[in-house]
């Protein structure tokens, strides 16, 4: 009997593990339901009721405000729905031509509707995620991750407070307020009672769909008004027009080491370029890279024998060098023998070239230096096609000397318009504040313009409905026959936006 009573017991573990288990999982999923979160692979979701109460304050503030704001905020998702079907058309054409041609490239409109559609894909969580990937440290620099995704968090935010507002407004009701992390893209929503959103007019539902867009034009405008007046808000603690102060060089790059550049250096000038701000530098480099090489005056009695009768030799791209000790000090220099000038035969001259260039005027010929010393000729560096010398000022240290391609210079350092006026003062703030708003310039703009499209699962498929509901009921009087235009024009306009994505992608991969 005990032997039987013992068996029993053994085969009712099973069960028991069984029960416990299950017990364990209802409590677990009862404890994030309480909590308002959901988990699946790959997907972590959060909805609360704990902001309705501001959503309702703010739908309250002003009934005559809110009535013209959120009408301009109907034109506007009307004009951006037409709008940006007309700019896919139009980038769809572009990027057809440029497939056809020898040497095809990506267009700065095709890349940004590009980048636009992957960052508004990936907040929606929709299909495009896994196309339109963005990979940090390829695509998208991972010292920018923060940026990218407070910015586009923030974007879904006021999107989805577009929609609130507007919804409570026009007395539906708002089930509440969430935010998903899908992979590792953040995004926001609003969940809607939709009974009270289905008896109310097509032209009350047209401004809620329309709010959002509406909300994200703005927020955009708004960053670049204050990207546009930062250096007026800045001016008590920054300046400005002084120069491009340096607030990172790369480490082991041409602009690094102890005569290079270092971290609160102003550069005030390229050559005889002036550098007053970060475009100045950019459009310098861009000018030094394109035209010839920039030639220095120097007195004809520095032409010492021992310097200037190095044996010159052609290097494998034709050019001319004469220095062949390797040596990091000295530079080979042309120039035109004093006395053979009729003739322009060239001569070479192995130099010093710190001590050749420190305090040199800039020439092109020896006419530009009869100015600045009657017995001075012009000595230009000897360099390979495409590399070129650069005097880097940056006071009151000397000159940085740079021997290579242009843009190696602009990819080593990175620099700021504004200079600050006191030392405890961080030198990163202004570039944090330009950052940050550039990005939520491009992602909300992006999501006032993407998803104003009419296509499946994005806000322009609710507002292509409304409106077909609001102008064709008159014309066509068969709900149906509205329902089945409205899907094909959904249709056209998911096929449209379908293939942007899929070329532009392709674009990009295989180009």
Known sequence: MRGWRQQISYSLIPYICCISTVTHRINYESW??????????????????????????????????LYLWFNSGLVFGIAAMLGSVVLLIKTLQQTLAQMTTSNPRIGGCLFMLCFCISHICLSLSCFWLWVCLQVPGVNLPTSQLAYFFIALLLSGVIHELGHAVAALREQVRVNGFGMFVFVMYPGAFVDLFTTHLNLISPTQQLRIFCAGVWHNFVLCVCALAFLFLLPVVLFPMYSTGAGALVTEVVQGSAADGPRGLSVGDIVTGLEDCPVRAVEDWSSCLSHLSHTPQTGYCVPVTSLQPSWAHGRAFKRLDGTMDCCSNNSLTDLCFSYVKPQGRNSREKEYACMPVRKMVTGSQVCRTDDDCAAFHS?????????????????????????????????????????????????????????????????????????????????????????????????????????????????????????????????????????
């Open 375 to 511: 017995a001075s000729i012009c000595v230009t560096p000897s360099l390979e096609n495409q590399t070129r010398f650069i005097r880097v000022t940056h006071p009151p240290n000397t000159h940085m000397l740079f021997v290579g391609y242009p843009p190696h210079l602009q990819y080593a350092v990175s620099l700021t318009n504004f200079v600050p006026r006191f030392g405890f003062l961080y030198l990163d703030l202004p570039v944090f504040l330009e950052t940050f708003c550039k990005y939520v310039v491009s992602l909300s703009g992006a999501l006032a313009v993407v998803n104003s499209v009419p296509c499946f699962a994005l806000d322009g498929q609710w507002m292509l409905n409304a409106l077909l509901e609001a102008t064709l009921v008159t014309v066509v009087t068969d709900r149906q026959k509205r329902e089945l235009i409205g899907f094909f024009l959904l249709l056209a306009g998911s096929a449209l936006l379908a293939a942007n994505v899929a070329l532009g992608l392709w674009m990009v991969t295989a180009r």
């Open 32 to 65: 994030l339901a309480s909590r308002g979160l959901m988990l699946s692979p790959f997907h972590v979701r959060w909805q609360t009721t704990m902001f309705n109460r501001l959503f309702a304050y703010c739908a309250r503030i002003n009934p005559r405000a």
